[in-house]
């Protein structure tokens, strides 16, 4: 005790000595006669002063850019932003050198950006220093900085007038750089708004689209394309853009710049979303159309592009035009011109045309008076012909990157439209046999997302299965996925596909899962075509006994699995069924649950399956009946300590069973159940008789209340890194668990440790996690009312001035008399898992290499609700010896089928010294964390000391945790190293 009081003071001074020392080396540095004359408002001279004695040294402008460079690379705090700015701009005005003018307006324009400083008490000199440049290159960039200013005090609607007119008055410049810089302001600051503000009645309002407009037809492309981007700009901040503005788009379409078209083709899309049904006329004829169709035709068009860019661009666009008229939608097939999209003349306007030309049948020539329809002369054609089959062209295109965005274009229309769907069937197979892998997986996708509105033909199904042939699993697993939702027209076709999977089977066994879940789906698909073929596959006879086949062949079972799922909903079929066939159906119910569904076999008593109606307990009532298991955790502080115990060992089980009635809400159910087993934990660990006595006598319990300190950081971990979901509320309450465990664990360190040392090092580290808490979660603490963290701010000061032991005494008094803080769950509380698929653990046959040498084990998992697997995923491997090697595989080795689910497909190479006989490996997933990347991200910044310049500070943030929670089952693998032959 003695020897604490001694030690109190040491901490505060540890806190605030830094600060004094960086203070005085700042201002020691600064030589009296060089003081800046001006009086700066700063709370912090040294960065500007620091600045101002450098550019006072630089003897001509190469040192001073240096100097420049260098300041540049150090932070710099919000409350020195403006002397430091007022410095850089007082050297702007001597400096004659352009390149040093330019890096200052660069570097303006970066500390504007400092959170926390508004650039309002800049921009006038950034607007005086603006009007007196000559220089292009630096007019540009301070244009760039007054652009990165007014964003900012976008609010301030006198000043996006003033900067608008700015940019308006150097549109006329002569530089390229300038009038793109300009065009990019207007589009940023334009106002949206039509004005009625008093404030602004001297400011005349500018009609930034016709501005802009008059810059289509610039000489320069660059400053062409500016325009156009800044036309889009404007629609992305809210704007609506004038119908006069698509004749202009139009004739950028045909620009000389592959850019100009590029940009032009994204405008002609968004006027064609904003004024589907406005009506244009057709150049050179009386005919009108809806905007829309236009558009879409000269869309297609573009598909002919020159530039493989703008052919890209123009693909993707075309699928998002749904309003598009069904005619121009079928035209894109077909390379000629249908006769849909001919206006043709009545005959009474031809006759008029005859009559009022004065030509008139003599009757002397045969058939001189016969209707003229094929005469082009009298066709007016709605579409460029050059638009006609543009996906044709697209499907067709030399670069894949079109053929891909052709697909998805293709698909996208084709969901939108049954009848297109069935149109463009032929063309996506025919994308089957691309030469480019991404080209084959996009249509197979494709297919799949249209499966519902298409049935295949035989000729089609062939050129489909073909594709089993393909050696990359990717496209072989995508196909398999394909044929699960294909309707298939015959039963030959059934036939056919279950041949072809068999034989994919037989070549990659690998395949396996995945062929029989293509196969589960078939059959329940299709019962009325399995039906009919259900002797010939089962191979029975009317009359004889067939041989029983092997149950171990996965081609057989292939087969059961196809055959069950149709007998499902066709009860005639099990008549057909011999003997061992039912044996083996309860074989494969009991082994093979998920794939095999329950039947009603004749004189068997069916295994009772509830109702669906009965087995989907009501989820409202199941989600209702979590949150109030939480909140009865609340009533536990007016009960004894062993009542409360009991409660919350009660609410905790009941809460794991329905996590396992309901998978849909394991994760909310386990997430609230481990919850409540921390606080149980800190129960435990409170009791009164652990404190009243001398701690000596209760050496037991201490280790107790040690390890349950310890698991409730781990649980805290695992809450804040398994589950996704969670909002900032949460991620607090978790956050406090935590922090009353670190509470517990630095009282239990004091009443045990001798030395003073650690018990200093852990107050102030667990000062810091304090000071952090409200920085993080500022707009969560109203939740937080009479709780640990919110009593222990309030005396705060306090803390960081007592002596270690003192500050111990009020952490356990806190502790124990502070309230339970409740646990409020959102909806989307999933928790992340992840299953082994291969190495399946069954094999009794050893891997066997030579030791010293590597062999290659094949990895394939699910993960389920990982968000960003590439950066957190780790392979375990865990030899008999206890030597365990933790994999990274590589970004490529995931892939990402379904939104929340990923795959790993990867190998992990094995090594070991020679063993005597085979022995089990364990393999395992893990997940990674790092406690300063979770959700409180955000703390990167907060976490610095307030008095910290230096840009290394952030990485020693303090009490950076890493770790790994298992996220997989183990899976053992038998393994023989074998000695090397001498």
């Given amino acids: 005790g003695g020897r604490g009081r001694d030690l ?250 592959e850019q100009v078209r590029s940009v032009a083709v994204q405008l002609v899309w968004v006027l064609s979303q904003l004024y589907a049904d406005s009506i244009v006329p057709i150049p050179s004829s009386n005919e009108e159309i809806r905007l829309v169709d236009d558009a879409f035709g000269k869309i297609c068009h573009m598909v002919n592009d020159g530039s493989w860019l703008v052919r890209v661009q123009a693909a993707k666009l075309l699928g998002s035009m749904h309003q598009v008229s069904v005619q121009f939608l079928e035209q894109t097939l077909d390379k000629k011109l249908m006769s849909d999209l001919k206006r043709k003349r009545s005959a009474h306007e031809r006759a008029k045309e005859l009559y009022t030309s004065g030509e008139f049948s003599s009757g002397r020539k045969w058939g001189d008076d016969a209707p003229k329809e094929a005469v082009d002369t009298y066709t007016v054609n709605l579409i460029n012909s050059g638009a006609c089959g543009a996906f044709v062209h697209g499907l067709e295109d030399e670069m894949y990157e079109v053929r891909n965005a052709a697909v998805e274009s293709l698909c996208m229309l084709a969901q939108a439209s049954a009848s297109f769907a069935e149109k463009c069937l032929d063309f996506l197979v025919d994308m089957f046999n691309d030469e480019i892998e991404e080209v ?51 039963k030959d076709g059934i036939h056919l596909a279950l041949v072809e999977l068999l034989k994919n089977l037989a070549k990659y066994p690998t395949d396996r899962n995945s062929i029989w879940k293509c196969l ?105 009946f979590v949150q109030q298991s939480l909140d009865r955790a609340q009533t536990i502080q007016h009960l004894d300590s062993q009542g409360a115990q009991e409660l919350l060992k009660l609410t905790i089980r009941d809460l794991q069973r329905l996590g396992e009635l309901q998978p849909e809400l394991a994760g909310m159910a386990e997430f609230s159940a481990t919850y409540l087993q921390c606080q149980l934990l800190l129960m435990k660990s409170l009791q009164e008789k652990l404190w009243n006595v001398a701690a000596p006598l209760y050496l037991k319990q201490n280790v107790m209340a040690a390890s349950a300190a310890r698991q409730i950081v781990e649980h805290t971990y695992r809450l804040e890194f398994l589950y996704s979901g969670l909002g900032s509320r949460q991620v607090a309450t978790i956050h406090h668990m935590r922090l009353q465990a670190k509470a517990l664990q630095l009282i239990l360190t004091a009443r045990t440790s001798r030395g003073m040392e650690t018990v200093i090092s852990m107050c102030e580290k667990f000062l810091q996690e304090l000071e952090i808490f409200p920085r993080c979660f500022a707009a969560e603490l109203q939740h937080f009312q009479e709780s640990f963290v919110e009593k222990l701010l309030e005396v705060l000061p306090r803390l960081m001035a007592c002596k270690p032991m003192e500050l111990v005494k009020i952490l356990q008094t806190t502790l124990r008399h502070s309230t339970i803080v409740l646990l409020k769950l959102t909806d989307q509380v999933h928790k992340a898992s992840a299953t082994i698929i291969e190495p ?143």
């Fill in 840 to 982: 399946t653990g069954e094999s009794d046959n050893p891997l066997r290499f030579t030791s010293g040498l590597v062999v290659a084990l094949d990895v394939d998992a699910t993960l389920e609700h990982v968000q960003d697997p590439q950066s957190i995923i780790k392979v375990q491997v865990t030899y008999p010896d206890g030597q365990a090697h933790i994999i990274h595989p590589k970004p490529a080795d995931f892939r990402n089928p379904g939104p929340g689910r990923h795959r790993l497909i990867t190998q992990v190479y094995l090594s070991h010294t020679a063993w005597t006989e085979p022995c089990q490996v364990e393999v395992r997933l893990l997940l990674a964390y790092c406690s300063n990347k979770g959700r409180t991200s955000s703390l990167g910044a907060s976490a610095r000391s307030p008095w910290s310049d230096s840009a290394e500070a952030l990485l020693q943030a303090p009490n950076v945790i890493e770790g790994t929670i298992n996220l997989s089952k183990q899976v053992k693998v038998y393994l023989m190293p074998k000695p090397t032959r001498r």
């Fill in 520 to 624: 589960k789906y078939m059959g329940s698909r299709h019962p009325t075509l399995v039906l009919p073929i259900v002797p010939e596959l089962l191979s029975t006879h009317p009359y004889f006994d067939t041989p029983e086949p092997d149950m171990d062949d996965p081609a057989y079972i292939a087969v059961l699995v196809l055959v069950f799922n149709a007998a499902k909903t066709c009860p005639t079929m099990s008549a057909l069924f011999s003997d061992h066939t039912f044996r083996h159906y309860a074989y494969l119910r009991d082994s093979l649950s998920d794939l095999v569904p329950p039947l009603q076999l004749p004189g068997r008593k069916m295994v009772s399956v509830s109702d669906s109606t009965n087995h989907e307990l009501n989820e409202d009532s199941s989600r209702l």
């Fill in 440 to 490: 084959r997986l996009g249509s197979i996708h494709a297919l799949r997302k249209i499966s519902c509105h298409i049935r295949l033909r035989e000729d089609q199904l062939d050129t489909v299965l073909a594709v089993l042939e393909d050696s990359s699993r990717d496209i072989r697993e995508a196909l398999h996925e394909l044929l699960c939702y294909t309707n298939v027209s015959t």
């Fill in 8 to 257: 109190g003071p040491v901490m505060a001074a540890h806190l605030k000595k830094r600060v004094y020392e960086e203070f005085t080396r700042v201002v020691q540095q600064q030589p009296h006669d060089e003081i800046p004359a001006k009086k700066l408002r700063l709370a912090k001279p040294s960065k500007s002063a620091a600045l101002h004695v450098d550019l006072c040294k630089s003897s001509n402008s190469t040192e001073a850019l240096q100097y420049l460079l260098q300041f540049a690379k150090k932070p710099v705090e919000a409350e020195s932003v403006e002397g430091v700015v007022r410095i850089l701009l007082d050297h702007y005005y001597k400096e004659s050198e352009s390149a040093v003018r330019l890096k200052i307006a660069s570097l303006i324009g970066l500390l504007s950006k400092t959170s926390g400083f508004l650039p309002d008490c800049i921009v006038d000199e950034v607007i005086v220093a603006l009007n007196n440049e000559k220089s292009h290159q630096v007019l540009a960039q301070l244009l760039d900085t007054t652009l990165v200013i007014g964003v900012q005090l976008q609010e301030n609607l006198p000043l996006s007038f003033r900067l608008v007119d700015i940019g308006c008055k150097h549109l006329l410049d002569t530089s390229h750089i300038v009038r793109n810089k300009c065009l990019q302001l207007v589009g940023c600051l334009g106002s949206l708004e039509r004005l009625g503000v008093k404030e602004l009645e001297n400011v005349a309002t500018k009609d930034v689209q016709r501005i802009i407009s008059d810059s289509f037809t610039d000489q320069d492309p660059r400053v062409r394309t500016a325009a156009m981007k800044a036309m889009l700009q404007l629609h992305e901040r809210g704007m609506k853009l004038q119908l006069t503005i698509y004749c202009q788009a139009c004739r950028a379409l045909s620009d000389d710049y």
